[in-house]
């Protein structure tokens, strides 16, 4: 009988514990996957957002996770979103945008994105701070366009112009040479896909982020 009682006891004492929700574990976040290539939205305000494309990811020395996209995209303190993983919440707040080389710098939240080296086929080895030459054949990896190349037509030591197929969405989408980093894009002339692609070098872009203090030594991963 007393055993009885035991296991009965015991019963009723776990019943109530779970009850209380005692013991439980809060499930992990789930994460947001972002890299080179990847669709991003930034908030307007209200139901509108901008849909860009993210240049790259990496960390800087003070180890903060930060992307780069196109400086038209938004404003400091916009917030972004994954276009792929929007039910997953924000991703990360715009710090930083110029107008005279057109970037954006975002911080992201380094507990919930994951920073990737490939997206869609395209993958990001190492970066190539040279201007592009004529005839190099570039490439990139665009949230509308997708995977698209075309020939480099002429490069000095901010910007470059090529033949590859843009349009609205993909801005701020990595220019590679192979798997060499070498630019973004951010315009085309006169029409979609038929003028020239334009962007800026990837070189610059890397010495305007080192030179922001919380971002010094930034390097793409």
């Not at 930060?66 to 303190?77: D, E």
Request: hydrophobic share 40%; glycine share 14%; proline share 5%.
């Amino acid at each position: 009988m007393m055993r009885k009682l035991t296991a009965l006891l015991a019963v009723l004492a776990a019943t109530v514990l779970v009850g209380l929700g005692a013991g439980s574990v809060d499930a992990a976040p789930a994460k947001i996957y972002l890299g080179g290539g990847s669709g991003i939205l930034v908030l307007k305000g209200g139901s509108s957002a901008a849909a860009c494309t993210l240049t790259t990811i990496g960390r800087s020395n003070t180890g903060k996770l930060i992307g780069i996209t196109a400086g038209h995209c938004g404003t400091p303190g916009q917030k972004v979103y994954s276009e792929t993983f929007q039910d997953r919440g924000q991703a990360g707040t715009i710090t930083y945008s110029t107008s005279d080389l057109d970037i954006a710098v975002i911080e992201f939240n380094p507990a919930k994105v994951v920073p990737l080296r490939s997206v869609r086929g395209l993958t990001i080895r190492s970066i190539d701070p040279r201007p592009l030459a004529f005839p190099a054949i570039a490439c990139k990896q665009g949230r509308t366009t997708g995977n698209t190349c075309g020939i480099s037509w002429f490069s000095d030591g901010d910007v470059h112009f090529s033949q590859m197929c843009v349009v609205e969405g993909d801005s701020g989408s990595p220019v590679v040479v192979g798997d060499r980093l070498v630019g973004m894009v951010n315009a085309y002339y006169f029409l979609a896909c038929l003028g020239p692609e334009t962007g800026t070098n990837i070189a610059p872009i890397l010495r305007r982020v080192g030179s922001l203090p919380a971002y010094g030594g930034f390097r793409p991963i």
